[in-house]
């Protein structure tokens, strides 16, 4: 079938009352729920309506005061850290999939810092563009929460810790720490003493979580050569690092990785060095994925459902959206599953 | 400053009204381009609701007739082909980059199918919530083109080669074709004749240009030995396919792989069975990323600029909006950037 057709013509209100024999008041009394039209007629209307396909301009229900029926999503983050980041996908298709059950349309925009997110917000707001909004990667000294409130927008910050100074916000989060102390008392059994943390941004609220369960940890440990090194979570940086702390006079014998992707590329710079995973040094990526079991050995992994973290963040917004209070929902902790790059500390490295 | 703060109210063209010493209608007349006050009025109008803060609501835009402000883009694919996968977030950066700069907001969406993705286009027309879409994954017997065309959404297919039958949707491509074409020359100069090209999504219309086009050459160089097997893109299916070629009775010298997470996998299969690349088998990823990078030997790869493809997509579809004319824009062909995984094939190996 060659050329183009004309478009169809969407069903409107008339062509509703044409087909179910009433008027178009009495349409917009049995669609919008309102009394003055019979159940008879009601159900009649509601019926040619969906054989017709039928559906409220989002305009017409955001002017009616019913909302955007639209939740926004801002990502911002410099972008090559977005090269291979298996973390947001997964975190999305999990909000889709609860805001479709509504029908909610899922608004993004990539930014490049946490300033232009809040200028994203204002504008968002200001037009009547979204109903509510998902904040990631909560950080130091952090803008939104305080805008968010300002504004009064429906906000669900995810990975954040319950912060008492903007109760209107809800939050959803996993005990970084918990996880942390976890790790290190895993590798202190297998014998670790000497442990580097190849940290993520350092201004981002769960690496600061991890940092200082790190130093706590080596703390009560009584763990002297213990450190957290921040990077921007590039297989560059992970790289980089990795090289410096295994040319050191006392390289370290346990190397955690904030994400996959350092983590792979760390075994690989280990390998240039002449260090073997784990005999040498072992290694645990905090971020289970497909790369995971794509090096050898496989890499012992922190493991978390961020589909079903996704999930978690979409439902508390709806609550949010529905008139409930705000609340912080907590996340299961990650759990270790140990692979082949995790070991006993041989023999000797350790001194 | 603990406690929440009452919401601050949006501007209203009242509230410019009272600001600049003018009636609203004056405001409406200035802020919509409308005639009827004076050139200082209108100056003075803009100022002030800049001033202010003040946007039009998108709900009343959309009334007016001005649009909805808003491009969408389904993403239909397995869920677990999404895991580590560069390629989109790249496209979508681009995409929002351009985006952005006309205040135009990106409504996003994952589904499971094409089927649940024209349903989505359906809802998204009939409530007015997008002004045009962007269409990724052109496949065979695709009902997506026919369905826009019919709505008569303003739409732009990425990856699709121009198609006749649809003279109202605009296309941005790379020619495949004549990328797959350059890599089997490559290969087929450095000794290969024996090549085996692990593809992607066999019904995708990019996977099927590669396949046609491998087989073409294939005919014309005279080569018997040369297949593609098409995969769900996966890492599992990767190692799978690889481990089964090279156990067979003569195994390939060379092998495509259609992206980067299959190759690294293939990489891994090979070398538990014995192959040493480049010097038993070359390799070449059709995706570059930093992946391609995290292993011994580096490899060689098909570069192209996602972002700057999501960008060319984005300014096909403003230019559609604008009123212009439906185009086909071809983007440059993805170059081979030849690194340590491919080589001379080795005397002996071929026979």
């Not at 939104?144 to 903007?166: F, K, S, Y």
């Not at 369960?213 to 979570?233: F, M």
Request: aromatic residues 4%; glycine residues 10%; contains cysteine.
């Amino acid at each position: 079938m060659p050329g183009k057709r004309s478009p169809v013509r969407r069903p409107t209100m008339r062509d509703i009352a044409d087909r179910a024999g009433v008027s178009q008041s009495a349409v917009s009394f049995a669609l919008n729920g309102r009394p003055g039209v019979s159940e008879i007629t009601r159900d009649r209307v509601r019926r040619v309506a969906e054989e017709l396909g039928w559906r409220p301009s989002t305009a017409a229900r955001a002017l009616s005061g019913e909302g955007a029926a639209t939740v926004g999503l801002v990502l911002a983050r410099p972008a090559h850290t977005l090269g291979v980041d298996s973390f947001f996908l997964q975190l999305v298709s999990g909000i889709q999939e609860v805001l479709a059950e509504r029908h909610l349309g899922l608004l993004f925009q990539i930014g490049h810092d946490v300033h232009e997110e809040c200028a994203v917000y204002r504008r968002w707001w200001a037009e009547h563009r979204v109903d509510g909004v998902l904040v990631v990667d909560p950080c130091r000294d952090d803008p939104r929460p305080g805008l968010l409130d300002e504004l009064g927008l429906p906000a669900v910050v995810i990975g954040g810790a319950p912060d008492e100074r903007h109760p209107g916000l809800s939050a959803v989060w996993a005990d970084d720490a918990g996880a942390m102390a976890s790790v290190v008392d895993e590798l202190y059994a297998l014998g670790h003493r000497r442990i580097v943390h190849i940290a993520g941004l350092p201004d981002l609220a769960h690496t600061r979580r991890r940092i200082r369960t790190l130093r706590a940890e080596a703390e009560r440990l009584g763990l002297s050569e213990v450190q957290s090194v921040p990077t921007d979570y590039s297989d560059t940086a992970g790289a980089a690092v990795t090289r410096r702390v295994l040319g050191g006079t006392a390289p370290p014998t346990a190397i955690v990785y904030d994400n996959d992707v350092m983590a792979v590329a760390g075994v690989a710079a280990a390998a240039e060095l002449g260090f073997s995973v784990p005999a040498d040094v072992s290694v645990v990526s905090w971020e289970d994925s497909a790369l995971c079991r794509m090096v050898k050995p496989w890499l012992s992994a922190l493991s978390r459902d961020s589909v079903e973290f996704g999930r978690t963040a979409a439902r508390a917004l709806l609550a949010l959206l529905d008139g409930g209070p705000a609340e912080t929902v907590r996340v299961p902790v990650p759990g270790l599953i140990a692979r082949g790059s995790t070991g006993v500390m041989r023999p000797g490295r350790g001194t």
